[in-house]
C-alpha cells in the first residue's frame, strides 16, 4: 500500500526530469513542507482532508511554478554555450531542498515530530490471515485516483498534450506555437502537486519531521526501477519497492530495512541501467 | 521545601560520614591547591552548563537543564558551598556530538570552567569522552543514559542520573515478566549502540527471569515503515511487546500494532514517551493505548504526591516555563551529586578532589525510584525505574520499584 505513495513521489520526480531533464533533488523536502502546510490548515483552520488536500496541493504548486520562474529561470538565463547546465540547475535543487528544510525548522512546530490526523479508520480489516487496515486501503484507491487523473489530464486535455510535446521536443513545440517557458513552469508546478497529494497521503502514516524528506530516496528506487522516463514504469517501481522492503524486513532482517532502497538502486544500476520497463538506454544526438 | 530540607541535611549527614576519611585527605590549608584548578575564586565555582535547548531533542534537555540551574539558585541563596557562590554558564548543544564537543572546548579554553555539566543524548555525551579525559576535566551528564560513556568507567565522566540503557532494558523486562505475568515478550529497539546496550540486559534479565525474548528486532530510527518489523512479531504470538525506540519510531510502532490486530500489552521505554500529549497525537487512536505501560526512572508520576516538591520548585523559579516535560525532574540529581561532592572536597577543592569525592557518592535524590551509587569502578548513577499504565488520558503508577540486575558489557 505505502508503495503507491512511494509511486506518487517518484511521478513528480519523472514528469520533471521528462520536461527538462532535470533530478529534482528537492522532491522530498516538498513533500515535507506539503505535510506541514497540511498539518496547518487541519489544526488551525480545522478543515476537512477533502478541503486540505486540494487546498495544500494548489499552495504547493505554487512553490514549485515560483521555484522555476524565480530560480531555475535565471539559472537558464546565465547559461554559458559550453557549460553543462544540468548541474546547476541540479545544485539549484539541492539548494531547494536546504531553503525548504530551513524554513519549516525556524517554526517552533518543527520541534517536536508529530503525525497527522488518520484520513480514515485505522481497524484492521481481517481477511483469513491477512490483516489490512481501512486507512491503507483508501490511501491506495487514492493514489490510484490521483495516478489516472494525471493520466488523463497528459492524454486527453490540450495543455497535457502541450506539454508533452515539449517534453519530447522543444524546438519543435516551440515552432508550433506552445509557450515552451511557460509549460516548463507549469510542469514544475503539476510536480509539487503531486508531490503535495503524496505529503498529505503519507503524513497520517508516517512522522512529520523536518527529515522526512528522506523519503525521496524510495521514491528515487521507484524511479529507476521503473526507468527514469517511463511512467507506467514507474508506478510499478513504487509498488515493487514498498513490497521488496518488507520483504526484506520479513525474511532477512528488519535492520536491513533502511538500506534496501539503496542496494535496489545499485543492483539495477549495474544489471539494466534503464531500469525494468525503460527501453534502451538513448543515444543524445549533438 | 521542608522535603527539600529534610533531603538535604539527610544526605549532607550521610555523606559526610561516609566520606569523612576521604575528606582528611584533603589539605584546605594548602596554598598550592588553592586554586590550582581554573574556575574557581573565594567567591565563586563557575560550571559549563548545557543540553539541547532548540531543535527536535529539546525535549529531552530544554526543562531539565532548568532544574539542575534551579538547584545551583536555591544552593546560592542559601549561601553557596563552603561560601562560594555557584556561576553557571549555559549552551545549547542540540544533542549534536560536534556541537557538544565544541562547547566544552569554549567553556574549558574561553570560559576557563571549573567543571562541566550537561548533555541529554548519549551519541553527544560519548563524543565528549576523550576530550575530557586527555584534558581531565571533570565532566558530570545532565540525564544522558550514556552507556558507552560510563560503562566501563572512566576516571572524569560520571552519568546514567536518569539510568542507562541497561537499567532500562532490565528493569522494562522484569516488570513484562513480574507485573504483568508475560512468558513471551517480543522487544523491539533501535539498530545501535543504544539498542545493543538496553538489548542486552533484557536477554540477561529474561533468562534469569525464565521468560522467553521473542522477535528482537532493531530498526533505524529513520526507519519509514513499520509494517515488516510489526508482522514478524504478530508472527511470533508474544504476550508483551517491549519498544525502547525514541519517540518517533515508538508512535508508529504503536500505531501500527494496533492496525495490525494485536491486542497484547504494550511497554514503552521512557525515551518513547517524552511528551505524553504528542505521543497521543502522533498514535492518533486512543483505543491502541488501551493496555500500554511506560517506564520512568522518577519514584512517581510527576503529579504524584512525591514529586511534588519538584514541581512547586520549577513552578515557582520559572513561573513561565508552562507544563515541564515529564524529563525535568531528572536535572536534580546531577546537580544534587555536583554540590554533594563539592562540599566534600573541603574548602579548597581540585578537579581532582571534586572527582574523588565523585567517586563516593551515595545518596537518595527525593525524585528517583532508587538511590545515586558512584564508586571507583562505577560512574553509572541510577538503576532503578517504576511503571505507569496510560490509556492516553490517565497516567496511574504500577506498584514496585525494578531494579537492573545487568552490569556486564554488550
Known amino acids: 500500500m505505502t508503495g503507491s505513495i512511494y509511486a506518487l513521489i517518484a511521478l513528480s520526480l519523472v514528469i520533471v526530469f521528462k520536461s527538462t531533464e532535470v533530478i529534482n533533488f528537492g522532491g522530498g523536502e516538498i513533500v515535507m513542507i506539503s505535510a506541514y502546510i497540511a498539518m496547518f490548515f487541519l489544526i488551525l483552520f480545522g478543515l476537512p482532508y477533502l478541503v486540505v488536500v486540494p487546498v495544500t496541493a494548489l499552495v504547493v504548486f505554487v512553490i514549485g511554478a515560483s521555484f522555476d520562474r524565480v530560480v531555475l529561470d535565471r539559472v537558464l538565463g546565465r547559461h554559458r554555450p559550453g557549460q553543462d547546465i544540468m548541474v546547476a540547475m541540479v545544485i539549484a535543487t539541492v539548494g531547494l531542498s536546504y531553503v525548504l528544510k530551513g524554513t519549516v525548522r525556524l517554526f517552533s512546530v518543527s520541534d517536536d515530530v508529530r503525525t497527522l490526523p488518520p484520513i480514515f479508520s485505522t481497524?484492521?480489516?481481517?481477511?483469513g490471515d491477512i490483516v489490512l487496515s481501512q486507512q491503507d486501503i483508501a490511501i491506495f484507491l487514492i493514489s490510484i485516483m490521483v495516478m489516472m487523473l494525471l493520466f488523463g489530464f497528459f492524454t486527453f486535455t490540450r495543455i497535457g498534450k502541450a506539454l508533452r510535446a515539449t517534453s519530447e521536443n522543444p524546438r519543435a513545440a516551440m515552432l508550433v506555437g506552445i509557450p515552451v517557458r511557460r509549460m516548463r513552469t507549469l510542469v514544475w508546478g503539476i510536480a509539487a502537486a503531486l508531490a503535495a497529494v503524496a505529503g498529505v497521503l503519507v503524513s497520517p502514516k508516517l512522522l512529520v519531521s523536518p527529515d522526512m524528506g528522506g523519503i525521496i530516496i524510495l521514491a528515487f528506487a521507484a524511479a529507476i526501477i521503473g526507468g527514469f522516463t517511463n511512467v507506467l514504469g514507474v508506478i510499478v517501481g513504487g509498488v515493487v519497492i514498498?513490497?521488496?522492503?518488507?520483504?526484506?524486513?520479513?525474511?532477512?532482517?528488519?535492520?536491513?530495512?533502511?538500506?534496501t532502497p539503496f542496494i535496489v538502486i545499485i543492483l539495477v544500476l549495474i544489471a539494466r541501467p534503464q531500469g525494468l520497463f525503460g527501453g534502451a538506454v538513448p543515444i543524445k544526438k549533438v | 521545601m521542608t522535603t527539600i530540607?529534610?533531603?538535604?541535611?539527610?544526605?549532607?549527614?550521610?555523606?559526610?560520614?561516609?566520606?569523612?576519611?576521604?575528606?582528611?585527605?584533603?589539605?584546605?590549608?594548602?596554598?598550592?591547591?588553592?586554586?590550582?584548578?581554573?574556575?574557581?575564586?573565594?567567591?565563586?565555582?563557575?560550571?559549563?552548563?548545557?543540553?539541547?535547548?532548540?531543535?527536535?531533542?529539546?525535549?529531552?534537555?530544554y526543562d531539565v537543564l532548568y532544574a539542575a540551574k534551579m538547584w545551583y539558585d536555591m544552593i546560592n541563596k542559601r549561601g553557596g558551598i563552603w561560601g562560594r557562590k555557584i556561576r553557571v554558564i549555559i549552551a545549547d548543544d542540540k544533542?549534536?556530538?560536534?556541537?557538544?564537543?565544541?562547547?566544552?572546548?569554549?567553556?574549558?579554553?574561553?570560559?576557563?570552567?571549573?567543571?562541566?555539566?550537561?548533555?541529554?543524548?548519549?551519541?553527544?555525551?560519548?563524543a565528549a569522552q576523550e576530550y575530557v579525559t586527555r584534558n581531565k576535566i571533570p565532566y558530570v551528564m545532565l540525564n544522558a543514559s550514556g552507556d558507552a560513556a560510563v560503562i566501563p568507567p572512566t576516571r572524569y565522566v560520571f552519568g546514567a542520573f536518569g539510568g542507562t540503557q541497561r537499567t532500562l532494558g532490565g528493569t522494562i523486562v522484569d516488570f513484562a515478566a513480574r507485573a504483568l505475568k508475560a512468558k513471551r515478550i517480543a522487544y523491539i529497539s533501535h539498530d545501535d549502540e543504544?539498542?545493543?546496550?538496553?538489548?542486552?540486559?533484557?536477554?540477561f534479565t529474561a533468562k534469569k527471569s525464565g521468560v522467553e525474548l521473542i522477535a528482537v528486532e532493531q530498526v533505524s530510527r529513520?526507519?519509514?515503515?513499520?509494517?515488516?518489523?510489526v508482522l514478524k512479531i504478530r508472527a511470533a504470538k508474544p504476550d508483551a511487546i517491549v519498544i525502547t525506540?525514541?519517540?518517533?519510531?515508538?508512535?508508529?510502532?504503536?500505531?501500527?500494532?494496533?492496525?495490525?490486530?494485536?491486542?497484547?500489552?504494550?511497554?514503552?521505554?521512557?525515551?518513547?514517551?517524552p511528551n505524553p500529549p504528542s505521543f497521543v497525537k502522533n498514535v492518533g487512536n486512543m483505543k491502541a493505548l488501551a493496555n500500554f505501560y511506560y517506564g520512568s526512572p522518577l519514584n512517581d508520576l510527576t503529579r504524584g504526591p512525591k514529586q511534588k516538591w519538584v514541581q512547586d520548585m520549577y513552578k515557582k523559579a520559572y513561573p513561565k516555563h508552562n507544563r515541564p516535560?515529564?524529563?525535568?525532574?531528572?536535572?536534580?540529581?546531577?546537580?544534587?551529586?555536583?554540590?554533594?561532592?563539592?562540599?566534600?572536597?573541603g574548602p579548597n577543592p581540585t578537579r581532582e578532589s571534586f572527582v574523588d569525592a565523585m567517586s563516593h557518592l551515595k545518596f537518595n535524590t527525593g525524585v528517583l525510584a532508587g538511590p545515586i551509587e558512584l564508586g571507583e569502578n562505577k560512574r553509572d548513577g541510577h538503576n532503578a525505574s517504576i511503571f505507569i499504565k496510560f490509556d492516553g488520558k490517565k497516567h496511574s503508577r504500577m506498584s514496585g520499584v525494578y531494579f537492573n540486575k545487568f552490569v556486564g558489557q554488550k
Open chain 1, 123 to 127: 481497524d484492521p480489516i481481517f481477511i
Open chain 1, 242 to 259: 514498498g513490497v521488496i522492503e518488507n520483504l526484506v524486513g520479513l525474511f532477512i532482517s528488519s535492520k536491513a530495512i533502511a538500506i
Open chain 2, 5 to 61: 530540607r529534610h533531603t538535604i541535611r539527610a544526605v549532607a549527614i550521610a555523606t559526610v560520614i561516609a566520606l569523612a576519611p576521604a575528606a582528611q585527605a584533603f589539605d584546605p590549608s594548602s596554598p598550592a591547591g588553592k586554586y590550582k584548578d581554573p574556575g574557581i575564586t573565594d567567591t565563586e565555582i563557575v560550571i559549563g552548563l548545557h543540553a539541547p535547548l532548540s531543535g527536535r531533542l529539546k525535549a529531552f534537555g
Open chain 2, 95 to 126: 544533542c549534536s556530538p560536534t556541537e557538544l564537543v565544541g562547547i566544552h572546548k569554549k567553556f574549558v579554553t574561553v570560559d576557563k570552567v571549573f567543571l562541566l555539566h550537561g548533555g541529554s543524548c548519549t551519541h553527544s555525551t560519548v
Open chain 2, 194 to 203: 543504544y539498542g545493543a546496550a538496553n538489548t542486552a540486559a533484557a536477554r
Open chain 2, 222 to 229: 529513520r526507519i519509514v515503515d513499520v509494517t515488516a518489523p
Open chain 2, 245 to 273: 525506540t525514541y519517540t518517533g519510531p515508538a508512535a508508529l510502532i504503536t500505531k501500527k500494532i494496533y492496525e495490525l490486530g494485536l491486542r497484547v500489552p504494550i511497554i514503552a521505554a521512557v525515551q518513547a514517551i
Open chain 2, 325 to 345: 516535560t515529564p524529563f525535568m525532574a531528572y536535572g536534580v540529581p546531577s546537580a544534587q551529586a555536583i554540590v554533594y561532592a563539592l562540599m566534600m572536597a
